[in-house]
């Protein structure tokens, strides 16, 4: 039955088109919520701009789903191994089915979000409870089962999450070769559909023209492409002369999301967008600060300083009750969370002390631990935040299928890929009432300027 | 703090790139990949990574961040060695000085097992290191048990894996279980 088509404006693309199980799902409370979870946090003290919320990254992240499926599902782009690899891909009913399961998927990839996402739920959320095991509960919660079991054909829940979560958040669940290909349209590190439309919009909202992209050609280029080949024992001579290797075999293996090569070109503007954007917006040093006081009011306020793990709460709980929270707090000394609630509504946030270089946190990481106690023993724990981040993701390597019809891998055919800038941040933020005697200790006692 | 900076990992992991390189192999991601997981086994857990089925057999998402992690301190770097080639990941000059002077307990506990699994898969490629590591993980799980389960299986997961190369892929396993199982036994147990 076909199901008549809503269009809703978006100012990333254009239009984001739903149908009526699909607005029967944006319609419900938990997808509703992320109407007020703000999708970077507290940036918008920065970057006054990005007030935008998980609701319309999730909607978007709904339509470029549904783009990829189909860019890669169509009959005449599948080549030999893709058929092999997933026999089902040319079925019609398999392909409604799992487009559908998809693009529901996409939407309900962030319910699990705490208040201002990110920002606070590694420290917040009790062991072994993450945002994405948050998800998986809503997506399994009654509220959610009744609207699937309405839905034409019947959705099961179990296919949502695995497609929501993908193989590493569901590690219960046993996955088959085209359910993992379908998770890794919406969670793939390189060339996954959640990433193209987050650093598109929120470089839009912050006002940064660093996370654009032509995402268009490279949504128009994605297959389903088997990994380049790697050759068999080399002898010692071959490896050091880098000589006649021999013709790469053609066994059969497993292919995986790539590109046409007509696409590369494309997926190197993401992958320099990801670069800017992590550099520029999301480890912006006021930013982290601000993502630093939110945790410690959060600590102080919620019950047991813990976020809640029940559906129920989790839905009841938004940025807005944590904002008023805030706000109440910051003008009653005797509140919880009082002391941050204060910094960040009147801008009295950490400022950076010092700024550790990639060199130092490679080869001398235990310095940087001792310099931080150190200043912890002189200034105070609660005066001070050390920030790490090192990028564990290797976004740049992907199959790409070339004219010729065999595959490479992406680093070898780009050299912009090749030479990916590496991140990795580690800084120390202070009470800005103390930076100054910090900055002569820093000189004094460990020869750092900072 | 970052659980894939836990350096004892990383040094270990560097320990088998190393080896793998020593014994002539082409060293791709893949293949560190499965070779872990063999160690993993091996080691009865002892490397302390954690695996499912997914790409291309057993697959770690704690190891791929963790190199990803070597990647961004510049540790390892993937090198192009050939245009008709996936990347090699390579070790720098100084990686093991920095990683496996300061952290390498875990690597020394391991040597055992990464000196034979790198051996052992020495001369393999992607489909070579999938279809060997799948028949481990069908073999090490219970109640899948004897050939024919076991390559039914492989078959069912990985339809594009031939019945021979499944078949050939257990024999192969068992061949190396029964050697590992054999040298790994304290020195008295053999004589006995």
Known sequence: MKQHIKEIRDPIHNFIHVDGDEMMLINSRPFQRLRHIHQLAMSYLVYPGATHKRFEHSLGVMELAGKAFDAISQDDHLDESARSAFPNITNPQWKMYWRKVLRLAALCHDMGHPPFSHAAEKELFPTGISHESLTRRIIESDEMLDLFKRMVPRVQPVDVVKLALGRKEAKDLVFSEEENLL??????????????????????????????????????????????????ILSKVQHELKLNLPEPPCEPSEPSLGLLIGG???????????????????????????????????????????????????????????????????????????IHAKRILSREHFKRLVDFSPATIRSESDRIEDIYESLKQEFGEDNLWLHKFIDPKD??????????????SSVVHSPVLRSYPKLAFAFILINPDHRERASRFLKERHDITP | MNTTLAFDKQAAILRLILQLRENGNWCGKTVVQKAAYFVEILSGHRFGFDFVLYKHGPYSFDLADTMGVMNSLEYIKFEVSHPQYGPRIKPLDDAPDILLKKYGGLAEQ???????????????????????????????????????????????????????DAANAVAQVDKILEEWSAISQPKEHQAA
């Open chain 1, 183 to 232: 998770a890794e349209i919406i969670t793939g590190d390189s060339l996954g559909v959640d990433r193209m439309d987050y650093l598109l919009r929120d470089a839009y909202h912050a006002g940064v023209a660093y996370g654009k992209f032509d995402h268009f050609r490279l949504l128009e280029t994605l297959r389903i492409v088997p990994p380049p080949s790697e050759p068999e």
């Open chain 1, 264 to 338: 590369i070109h494309s997926s190197e503007a993401l992958l320099l967008a990801r670069y800017f954007m992590y550099a520029q917006v999301y480890f912006h040093r006021v930013r982290i600060a601000y993502n630093h006081h939110l945790k410690c009011f959060l600590k102080d306020w919620l019950p047991g300083g813990l976020l809640p793990t029940g559906v129920e709460d989790h839905l009841r709980l938004t940025d807005n009750e944590v904002h008023t929270a805030m706000r109440e707090s910051a003008g009653n000394k005797d509140a919880p969370g009082h």
């Open chain 1, 395 to 408: 976004p740049q390597q992907f199959p790409v299928r070339l004219k010729n019809g065999r595959s490479e």
């Open chain 2, 110 to 164: 391991l040597e055992r097992e990464i000196n034979f699994v790198a051996n052992k898969l020495a001369d393999c490629g992607i489909a070579a290191v999938e279809r060997l590591s799948t028949a481990l993980f069908f073999t090490r799980q219970e109640p899948i048990q004897g050939t024919e389960s076991r390559i039914l299986k492989i078959r069912e997961v990985k339809p594009h894996i031939s019945e021979v």
